[in-house]
T-cell receptor, first 112, second 111 residues
Framework: TQLLEQSPQFLSIQEGENLTVYCNSS?????LQWYRQEPGEGPVLLVT?????EVKKLKRLTFQFGDARKDSSLHITAAQPGDTGLYLC????????????FGEGTQLTVNP | DAMVIQNPRYQVTQFGKPVTLSCSQT?????MYWYQQKSSQAPKLLFH???????NEADTPDNFQSRRPNTSFCFLDIRSPGLGDAAMYLC??????????FGSGTRLTVV
């Protein structure tokens, strides 16, 4: 059983479209992070959310942490080809200390 | 710039021949992690050091070992690599679970 369910697994859209990626769990997380990973590279941290209901914006990216701290979403406005990559959510459980649990990832392709 | 550096970026090893991957950090983070990532999959935690305390994941094979001689360095030893161990190995650091930073990874090929 996957602790963090991420959807969709694959997403192919045209430049300029909007999209949302979801990360869901039945567990409560003390914090949740979103990463972007390009082929052959390590994940790069985009944002960390720690407060239930928190919304953070990073240019065209909007991240939301659910009120109950069990889920999160990433919304991209007017996607560009440079947004192409693997998006990973990762959560830290309160009982697991510093360990991160990753979702399966969303492979996003933005076509020109 | 403070960072996490993994060497080498690409490693080819023979089936059954011991191999060591290295990770160094200039962030002075107290926690260091090793993840295994196979193609199109999420990173899977193998083990981590919280300061000097070693924490092994329950499903990490005995074939994988780790050493952390000091705060800055951490090594992943694969005693007898099998074809199934071919993967990207990612090192990461954090300060008590915050400020996660990943290295660029080492792509291991087993021939």
């Amino acid at each position: 059983t996957q602790l963090l369910e991420q959807s969709p697994q694959f997403l192919s859209i045209q430049e300029g479209e909007n999209l949302t990626v979801y990360c869901n769990s039945s567990s409560v997380f003390s914090s949740l992070q979103w990463y972007r990973q390009e082929p052959g590279e390590g994940p790069v941290l985009l944002v960390t959310v720690v407060t239930g209901g928190e919304v953070k914006k990073l240019k065209r990216l909007t991240f939301q942490f659910g009120d109950a701290r069990k889920d999160s979403s990433l919304h991209i406005t007017a996607a560009q080809p440079g947004d192409t990559g693997l998006y990973l959510c990762a959560g830290a459980l309160q009982i697991s200390g510093s360990r991160l649990t990753f979702g399966e990832g969303t492979q996003l392709t933005v076509n020109p | 710039d403070a960072m996490v550096i993994q060497n080498p970026r690409y490693q080819v090893t023979q089936f059954g021949k011991p191999v060591t991957l290295s990770c160094s950090q200039t962030l002075n983070h107290n926690v260091m992690y090793w993840y295994q990532q196979k193609s199109s999959q999420a990173p899977k935690l193998l083990f981590h050091y919280y300061d000097k305390d070693f924490n092994n994941e329950a499903d990490t094979p005995d074939n994988f070992q780790s050493r952390r001689p000091n705060t800055s360095f951490c090594f992943l030893d694969i005693r007898s690599p099998g074809l199934g161990d071919a993967a990207m190995y990612l090192c990461a650091t954090s300060r008590g679970g915050f400020g996660y930073t990943f290295g660029s990874g080492t792509r291991l090929t087993v021939v």
